[in-house]
């Protein structure tokens, strides 16, 4: 298993541009997350899936944000219109858990993340 | 509201000496508590968990980290620092959602 893969590692954009992230989880992880961390801050969680379903959206810094994951397995973060704001490291991590337990013991292993930088 | 508190932004220290980097929660309940470690360029690496049980649970690296249900505190130690433990350090803690503190950086002098 190589772990939890992300691509770009960087990606500099316009400002306006779009932009998708992708995020390749452990391969039998049920769980995939997405956070954003900006400089001198911890992780802040935006979204999380339970195999394709969204549980969890409302941290979603705004409409222009989305993710999805439509198999259950890969998923990608897109960002419309970005913003010089938007600059960031987005960081995907993944896990597995099983049943309805809220997060409980849940162990999240993280890829090395996407940095944005928008100009 | 939940949270998780790392008041130390930066600290410093020698080669050899100990650590001691605070975390403090504010929770409803005792959550699931955690110790990640992040240096420059990678992704965050899971140091050590506490779920329950031994309230002192031992983790990689030489670290070990104490959770104090009075002190609603989950500090991180080391008895011997070393250089290539120099990174950003990040309490975190579970509830309905995985929160994590601010971090600490820890510069390691020779």
């Known amino acids: 298993d190589t772990g939890v893969s992300q691509n770009p590692r960087h990606k500099i954009t316009k400002r306006g541009q779009n932009v998708t992230f992708r995020c390749d989880p452990i391969s039998e992880h049920n769980r995939l997350y997405w956070y954003r961390q900006t400089l001198g801050q911890g992780p802040e969680f935006l979204t999380y899936f339970q195999n394709e379903a969204q549980l969890e959206k409302s941290r979603l810094l705004s409409d222009r944000f989305s993710a999805e994951r439509p198999k259950g397995s890969f998923s990608t973060l897109e960002i419309q219109r970005t913003e010089q704001g938007d600059s960031a490291m987005y960081l995907c991590?993944?896990?597995?858990?099983?049943?309805?337990?809220?997060?409980?013991?849940?162990?999240?292993?993280f890829g090395a993340g996407s940095r944005l930088t928008v100009l | 509201a939940q949270s998780v508190t790392q008041p130390d932004i930066h600290i410093t220290v020698s080669e050899g000496a100990s650590l001691e980097l605070r975390c403090n929660y504010s929770?409803?309940?005792?959550?699931?508590l955690f110790w990640y470690v992040q240096s420059p360029g990678q992704g965050l690496q899971l140091l050590l968990k506490?779920?329950?049980?031994?309230?002192l649970v031992q983790g990689i690296k030489g670290f070990e980290a104490e959770f104090k249900r009075s002190q609603s505190s989950f500090n991180l130690r080391k008895p011997s620092v070393h250089w290539s433990d120099a990174a950003e350090y990040f309490c975190?803690?579970?509830?309905?959602?995985?929160?994590f503190g601010t971090g600490t950086s820890l510069t390691v002098i020779p």
């Open positions: 506490y779920f329950s049980g031994d309230t």
């Open positions: 991590a993944s896990s597995f858990m099983t049943g309805s337990v809220a997060s409980g013991a849940n162990v999240l292993t």
């Open positions: 975190a803690a579970t509830g309905n959602q995985f929160y």
């Open positions: 929770y409803g309940a005792t959550p699931y």
